[in-house]
């Protein structure tokens, strides 16, 4: 069973930076694409980003030049750099595993617990 722990978040001013860290209980970057989605409050889950295989990437053009994922293979674990961040970011960040072509949360296949980003104006 594929277990996501996502670490990081927390408060930041608008104009910041805060990382996300997301380790894998097993191996599953060369089978899936290793995601971030988030969710703010009333508002459904949104796609953020996604790596996988070869080291291709692809951002939700809200966040684009601002936000950079990166993985780790050898520590199953994948990174979330957030920088010149909006209070409009403010939501609950998701690590997920699933299908790296899709944009659609419904088709992720795991998730992690979720971690709080809150950012001030």
């Known amino acids: 069973q594929v277990q996501l722990v996502e670490s990081g978040g927390g408060l930041a001013q608008a104009g910041g930076s805060l990382r996300l860290s997301c380790a894998a209980s097993t191996s599953i970057f060369s089978r899936y694409g290793m995601g971030w989605f988030r969710q703010a409050p009333g508002k459904e889950r949104e796609f953020v980003t996604v790596t996988w295989s070869g080291g291709n990437t692809w951002y939700a053009d809200s966040v684009k030049g601002r936000f950079f994922i990166s993985r780790d293979d050898a520590k199953n674990t994948v990174y979330l750099q957030m920088n010149s961040l909006k209070p409009e970011d403010t939501a609950v960040y998701y690590c997920?595993?699933?299908?790296?072509?899709?944009?659609?949360?419904?088709?992720?296949?795991?998730w992690g617990q979720g971690t709080q980003v809150t950012v001030s104006s």
């Open positions: 997920a595993a699933g299908p790296y072509y899709s944009d659609y949360a419904p088709l992720w296949r795991a």
